[in-house]
Structure formats: C-alpha cells, structure tokens
C-alpha cells in the first residue's frame, strides 16, 4: 500500500543510503528535485536558510536544478547546517546547484543541495504528461499552460525532445500554483546534434504565433542558447555554461571566451 507521502508526490522515493551518489545519472539543468532532507540545503551566501526557505521547503520540498557546476566533496567555504545522516566510508558527496522557489513574484534562493537527499527527480521532458492532473480552473486562467498541448505539436513537428521549465513546468511538476496569468511558456528543446537555421526560423515562426509569451531554448551538449537569438541569424551567440555565459560562432562546437 503507498502511503500518503508517496500518494501526494506520484511515486515511491529514490533509496537514499551510503551509496545513493553513485545511483544513476546526475541531474541536470532544470531538473525538479524532490528533497528527502531539505534542511540539508547550503545557501550560496551562507548562513540558515531563511524562514520563507523554510516554510516552503516543509510543505512541499522541490528544488530546480540551476545551470553551475557541481561540487564534489565538502564545500568548505559553506556553513555546516542539519545534514541527513550519511556513512562516512560512502563515496565523496555530489553537491546540486539548485534553487528554491519562493510563494511571491521573484522570490528565489540558490543553494547547493547533497545528491544523497534527493528522493526523486523529475526531467522536463517527463512534465507534459502530467498536463492533464491539473485542476480546470488553472488551466483555463493561465495561458502558459492552458497552451501547452498546442506548443506541444508545433514542437513535434521539428522531432525534437522537449520539456516546460520555468513556472508553467514547476507547476506541472510539483502542483503548486506558481504560474500566473502573465507568465511566459518557457521550454527546452534538447539539441545534442546541429539544428539548421531554416528549421529553427520556421520552430521560432510557429511558437511566435501562439497567444502566450514563448521562450524556448536550444540545449546543447555544452549549454543552451536561445532559439530567437539562433534562428535570427546573427554571427555570434551567447551560449549560457555551468560555468558561465560564453560567445561562440557555433553553439555545437563552441570555440570561443567565456564573459
């Protein structure tokens, strides 16, 4: 029989143990984490987290992934709160780079979560299917996902693995309201071999005729750039890296500094 924490978050949580680093794949950028220890979140800018981190992260504790490199080991330079418990034989800890979504407008806070807490992971790709548990109301009151099947077969059109992300794909994600009646329709278009500009004008065309606000990216095997910026055939992009934004002639085969 599921119990009521698996019920209320679909699904049965990762095995979290000594040896929990070294199962699977690590997330990636806009990944949704499912937190089985949250007060073992670092804030970037040290210190507790704050009471709205708090509070949030009690009742419902998903994080998203953000685009920054993972910390292995013990980031030093990071206070030390509440961490779960873990074998000291088990591997060097994975540190996430991720943020908390506050309950008002820009309300956010980057922190580095232990890959041993988290309990389930959710890829934007995985979001759409879930469009339908969403309750009536929201659907009809935000554009963003209220449109989602329709950009979801313009995008199918182009054969191209995609997900939601940003408001629209936290809430499909973790059934918090958080998308409002002006939130844009962010998505990721993964791209890990060279797309035309032909192709990404006329992806760029259809989306732009939808009535929501549309901003796509194109992610690549070393970063994402945005779909305008590459479909209006300008000579240099800004690739955006864990490790920062970089200018590049070719998303594909970046050559080129970082800002």
Do not use: K
């Not at 449109?147 to 408001?167: N, Q, T």
């Amino acid at each position: 029989m599921r119990n009521s924490t698996e019920e209320l978050h679909d699904g049965p949580r990762r095995r979290v143990g000594p040896l929990a680093a070294l199962a699977g794949r690590l997330p990636g950028t806009h990944d949704l984490l499912l937190m089985q220890c949250p007060s073992s979140l670092r804030p970037l800018t040290g210190g507790e987290l704050p009471p709205w981190a708090r509070t949030v992260l009690r009742a419902h504790p998903w994080v998203t992934v953000g685009r920054a490199p993972t910390v292995v080991g013990d980031p030093a330079d990071l206070p030390r709160p509440l961490r779960c418990p873990r074998d000291e034989e088990a591997a060097p800890e994975h540190w996430i780079p991720v943020t908390v979504r506050g309950p008002r407008p820009g309300q956010r806070l980057d922190a580095l979560a232990p890959w041993s807490a988290v309990a389930r992971t959710l890829r934007p790709e995985q979001l759409p299917e879930r469009w339908g548990r969403l309750a009536p109301d929201r659907i009809a009151g935000i554009p963003a996902l209220a449109l989602l099947p329709e950009a979801a077969r313009l995008v199918a059109d182009h054969r191209l693995s995609w997900g939601p992300i940003g408001a629209a794909g936290h809430e499909l994600g973790t059934g918090l309201p958080v998308a409002g009646p002006l939130s844009p329709l962010r998505l990721v278009l993964r791209t890990p071999h060279p797309v035309s500009r032909r192709d990404a004008l006329q992806l760029r065309r259809a989306l732009s005729r939808l009535p929501v606000p549309v901003q796509a990216e194109l992610e690549t095997r070393y970063g994402a750039v945005q779909l305008a910026e590459y479909a209006a055939g300008v000579h240099t992009f800004t690739l955006l890296t864990p490790y920062g934004p970089r200018e590049v002639h070719d998303p594909w085969f970046p050559r080129g500094p970082y800002a």
